[in-house]
Structures are given as structure tokens and as C-alpha cells.
């Protein structure tokens, strides 16, 4: 387990009041500077300190993560999403935050931070796998039929066997034992057979026998 110590306890803190008090101004000055200079020398700068930036903040949550601090976690995603929005870090954060506090039991916020990843993402995967966490959020909570709207939406044939087998468990949830079948028997189509989640949905799918 990585060491989180007092001074990178003190470090998350100073960088997110110092984020909070002058991010959004310091976005605005480097972005009017870049504009009216039009320098691509110092936009592709700039880009680059951004990654490396981005890419800091995402090894200290990840030092933060190991420690299950859920708020402290929170924090960190938080520089991420708000500070770098555009990286491919900030919805990985947005996810790493939202397992955090369904560990938690904090489901609000969890899907908060999934609902983050549907709104401003642009990898389609990130999309499909913020739906299936949502799904088992709802599914936890009892909303079925929220549940199987988001295992209902477009997702990429990779997600095809993972959305089946979670429609299955909201059917048996349900107590719609043949619907249940129907998804599983789906999903161990879409599902590798190497894979060991496959057995998994098989075991599921035999504990409900033949249909009627």
C-alpha cells in the first residue's frame, strides 16, 4: 500500500483552496494571453504543462486512494475534474472517486461523479462504463426501472455481455426469473469464454433452471 503522509495531506489541501480561490481566473488569463498573442509555440507549451500537470494530480490520487479517505479522495478527483476537465485522467479520477464512496455508502455522490463522466468525457467507453456503474448503483437502491434505462442505452459491443449480465440481475432482483434467463443466456454469447466472469454468468444462469 502506497505511503500518504502529512505532507502530501498538506499538499492536496493547498493545491485545492488554491484552485478554488484562483483557477478559474488563471484559466482565463492564460487562455486571453494565448488568444491575443496567438502563439502556437505557447499554446502547445501550455498544453503540456497541462498533461504533466494532470498526470501529478492523478499519481497523488491514486497515493490517496490507498488510504479509503473518501473525502480526501473526493478532493483529489476534484482537481482533476475541474482543473483538467479536457485530460483523459479526469473522468478516470471521476471513476476512482466514485467507487470510493459506494464503498462509502455515499451513492449520491458516487453518481454524481458518474453523471460527471456522461456530461463531459469523450471516450464513448468511459460513457458505457459510468452507465453500467449507475445501473449497479440503482440496482443496489431498488430502482429497477431506472436501472435497466441506463442497461438499455446505446453502449459499445465490448460492454454487450457486462450490460446483459447486469439486466439479468436486475430481472432476478425483479423477480423476472424468465427476462433474467433471456439476459444471461445474452450475455454468455457476448461474453469470451476465457474470461472469467463467463462462468460466473453461467453459474447464474443455471441457478435458474429451465424455463417453463
Same mark, same amino acid.
Given at each position: 500500500?502506497?505511503?500518504?503522509?502529512?505532507?502530501?495531506?498538506?499538499?492536496?489541501?493547498?493545491? !485545492?483552496?488554491?484552485?478554488?480561490?484562483?483557477?478559474?481566473?488563471?484559466?482565463?488569463?492564460?487562455?486571453?494571453?494565448?488568444?491575443?498573442? *496567438? +502563439?502556437?509555440?505557447?499554446?502547445?507549451?501550455?498544453? /503540456?504543462?497541462? =498533461?504533466?500537470?494532470?498526470?501529478?494530480?492523478?499519481?497523488?490520487?491514486?497515493?490517496?486512494?490507498?488510504?479509503?479517505?473518501?473525502?480526501?479522495?473526493?478532493?483529489? =478527483?476534484? &482537481?482533476?475534474?475541474?482543473?483538467?476537465?479536457?485530460?483523459?485522467?479526469?473522468? /478516470?479520477?471521476?471513476?476512482?472517486?466514485?467507487?470510493?464512496?459506494?464503498?462509502?455508502?455515499?451513492?449520491?455522490? =458516487?453518481?454524481?461523479? &458518474?453523471?460527471?463522466?456522461?456530461?463531459?468525457?469523450?471516450? $464513448?467507453?468511459?460513457?458505457? &462504463?459510468?452507465?453500467? /456503474?449507475?445501473? *449497479?448503483?440503482?440496482?443496489? $437502491? *431498488?430502482?429497477? @426501472?431506472?436501472?435497466?434505462?441506463? &442497461?438499455?442505452?446505446?453502449?459499445? $459491443?465490448?460492454?454487450?455481455?457486462?450490460?446483459? @449480465?447486469?439486466? +439479468?440481475?436486475?430481472?432476478?432482483?425483479?423477480?423476472?426469473?424468465? $427476462?433474467?434467463?433471456? =439476459?444471461?443466456?445474452?450475455?454468455?454469447?457476448?461474453?469470451? !469464454?476465457?474470461?472469467?466472469?463467463?462462468?460466473?454468468?453461467?453459474?447464474?444462469?443455471?441457478?435458474? *433452471?429451465?424455463?417453463?
Amino acid at each position: 500500500m502506497a505511503t500518504y503522509n502529512l505532507e502530501e495531506q498538506d499538499k492536496l489541501d493547498s493545491l !485545492k483552496t488554491w484552485w478554488d480561490k484562483f483557477g478559474t481566473a488563471v484559466t482565463i488569463v492564460i487562455t486571453t494571453l494565448v488568444v491575443t498573442i *496567438g +502563439g502556437t509555440k505557447m499554446w502547445e507549451y501550455y498544453q /503540456r504543462t497541462q =498533461a504533466h500537470q494532470a498526470a501529478d494530480l492523478y499519481v497523488l490520487l491514486q497515493q490517496v486512494k490507498a488510504t479509503s479517505e473518501v473525502n480526501r479522495i473526493n478532493d483529489a =478527483a476534484y &482537481l482533476l475534474t475541474e482543473g483538467f476537465s479536457s485530460s483523459g485522467y479526469a473522468p /478516470r479520477a471521476a471513476l476512482i472517486a466514485a467507487a470510493a464512496n459506494i464503498e462509502a455508502g455515499e451513492t449520491k455522490r =458516487a453518481q454524481e461523479h &458518474l453523471q460527471w463522466i456522461l456530461d463531459n468525457a469523450k471516450e $464513448e467507453e468511459m460513457h458505457d &462504463l459510468a452507465r453500467l /456503474r449507475i445501473a *449497479g448503483v440503482l440496482l443496489d $437502491e *431498488g430502482d429497477y @426501472d431506472a436501472a435497466l434505462r441506463q &442497461l438499455n442505452t446505446k453502449h459499445g $459491443e465490448s460492454y454487450a455481455g457486462l450490460y446483459a @449480465d447486469l439486466r +439479468g440481475d436486475v430481472f432476478v432482483a425483479a423477480e423476472k426469473f424468465e $427476462e433474467a434467463r433471456q =439476459a444471461y443466456q445474452t450475455a454468455i454469447v457476448k461474453l469470451n !469464454k476465457s474470461n472469467s466472469y463467463f462462468n460466473i454468468v453461467q453459474m447464474k444462469l443455471d441457478a435458474l *433452471g429451465d424455463s417453463d
